[in-house]
């Protein structure tokens, strides 16, 4: 048998392994990875989608957190994980773009991934303590202006979303405060409700609750329209801050190198956790925005992965974020 011969055989062989794999796929539970701390957007969209996700394939999804470093820890983990489909990262536009600008990464966001859909998008609310003399959008800005460096702003750690959105907003109004990185906007919020920091640049899904409660302020949303569910929340135009948009898209990727057979299964399962009834109302309780149809796909997320990363590197890089 030849050089050539031989790697062809061997080729065949273990194509027939993963297929035989891919037919018995899944036979035991499924390992989500949050790479936040339990109580934050990620995690409750991980919750939401695991339950319908484990129905259809007929396995457990099991919500694991690995957190750390503005979720590039846990990220890690499931690059690192063998492309048997059991080990999945759930993430969103921070963790899967910006910490590529940010962090040295042991692992390529693009390359090291297979992914299988994308989820749901919100946008980020500007939010305070009950406490914050601020009133509105305009009042918050003013009493920024006048009292640089003074107020405190929570963040899941250096390029997260909190983070960028707290940048942009500092660029757009010339405002200056200081951060305070968190091991996720979970904990950052149990925080910003006792009063020991003043603001979030949070995700609509993590704050709603609280907006609801009355128990913190929202100012704006980052917007052009209001959110279907919190309509009295006006947008950045109509607050005074025009064009001041930011939105939050989440997915689910698998680890490079996954058979093929294995991405459709989970798409699968991923798509008729989108179209549940339950899981849908849930999500738009949180201010999410579904993912139309045709956009959940694991060639329309890849497609939109890269634009992306091609759109917002060049701009975090350009702002010279450094991890803390």
């Given at each position: 048998?030849?050089?050539?011969?031989?790697?062809?055989?061997?080729?065949?062989?273990?194509?027939?392994?993963?297929?035989?794999?891919?037919?018995?796929?899944?036979?035991?539970?499924?390992?989500?990875?949050?790479?936040?701390?339990?109580?934050?957007?990620?995690?409750?969209?991980?919750?939401?989608?695991?339950?319908?996700?484990?129905?259809?394939?007929?396995?457990?999804?099991?919500?694991?957190?690995?957190?750390?470093?503005?979720?590039?820890?846990?990220?890690?983990?499931?690059?690192?994980?063998?492309?048997?489909?059991?080990?999945?990262?759930?993430?969103?536009?921070?963790?899967?773009?910006?910490?590529?600008?940010?962090?040295?990464?042991?692992?390529?966001?693009?390359?090291?991934?297979?992914?299988?859909?994308?989820?749901?998008?919100?946008?980020?609310?500007?939010v305070s303590s009950?406490?914050?003399?601020?009133?509105?959008?305009?009042?918050?800005?003013?009493?920024?202006?006048?009292?640089?460096?003074?107020?405190?702003?929570?963040?899941?750690?250096?390029?997260?979303?909190?983070?960028?959105?707290?940048?942009?907003?500092?660029?757009?109004?010339?405002?200056?405060?200081?951060?305070?990185?968190?091991?996720?906007?979970?904990?950052?919020?149990?925080?910003?409700?006792?009063?020991?920091?003043?603001?979030?640049?949070?995700?609509?899904?993590?704050?709603?609750?609280?907006?609801?409660?009355?128990?913190?302020?929202?100012?704006?949303?980052?917007?052009?329209?209001?959110?279907?569910?919190?309509?009295?929340?006006?947008?950045?135009?109509?607050?005074?801050?025009?064009?001041?948009?930011?939105?939050?898209?989440?997915?689910?990727?698998?680890?490079?190198?996954?058979?093929?057979?294995?991405?459709?299964?989970?798409?699968?399962?991923?798509?008729?956790?989108?179209?549940?009834?339950?899981?849908?109302?849930?999500?738009?309780?949180?201010?999410?925005?579904?993912?139309?149809?045709?956009?959940?796909?694991?060639?329309?997320?890849?497609?939109?992965?890269?634009?992306?990363?091609?759109?917002?590197?060049?701009?975090?890089?350009a702002a010279g974020?450094?991890?803390?």
């Open positions: 048998m030849t050089a050539r011969t031989f790697i062809c055989a061997l080729a065949i062989a273990f194509g027939g392994v993963s297929n035989l794999a891919a037919q018995g796929y899944p036979s035991h539970p499924i390992t989500l990875v949050v790479p936040f701390a339990a109580g934050g957007p990620v995690d409750a969209v991980a919750r939401i989608m695991s339950v319908p996700m484990g129905k259809a394939l007929g396995q457990p999804v099991v919500v694991d957190y690995t957190v750390g470093a503005a979720g590039t820890i846990g990220v890690g983990r499931v690059a690192r994980a063998a492309p048997d489909g059991y080990t999945l990262s759930i993430g969103h536009w921070s963790t899967h773009v910006i910490n590529a600008a940010v962090y040295p990464l042991q692992y390529d966001l693009l390359r090291d991934f297979e992914p299988l859909g994308m989820i749901a998008a919100n946008p980020l609310l500007v009950s406490a914050f003399p601020a009133r509105d959008l305009r009042e918050l800005i003013a009493w920024l202006k006048a009292n640089p460096d003074k107020a405190t702003a929570g963040t899941a750690g250096a390029g997260s979303a909190s983070h960028v959105g707290g940048i942009y907003f500092q660029s757009a109004t010339g405002t200056q405060f200081r951060y305070i990185p968190y091991r996720g906007t979970g904990p950052a919020m149990q925080d910003l409700l006792a009063g020991r920091i003043d603001l979030m640049f949070d995700q609509a899904s993590n704050s709603l609750p609280q907006v609801r409660a009355g128990k913190i302020r929202a100012f704006a949303v980052t917007a052009k329209t209001r959110l279907p569910a919190a309509p009295e929340i006006p947008t950045v135009d109509e607050a005074g801050l025009p064009g001041f948009y930011v939105s939050v898209w989440f997915g689910i990727w698998a680890p490079k190198g996954t058979p093929r057979e294995i991405v459709t299964k989970l798409n699968a399962a991923m798509v008729a956790a989108l179209a549940d009834p339950a899981a849908r109302q849930r999500l738009g309780d949180l201010g999410q925005e579904i993912t139309p149809r045709e956009q959940q796909s694991p060639e329309a997320h890849a497609a939109f992965h890269k634009a992306e990363a091609e759109k917002w590197w060049p701009l975090v890089k974020i450094k991890p803390e």
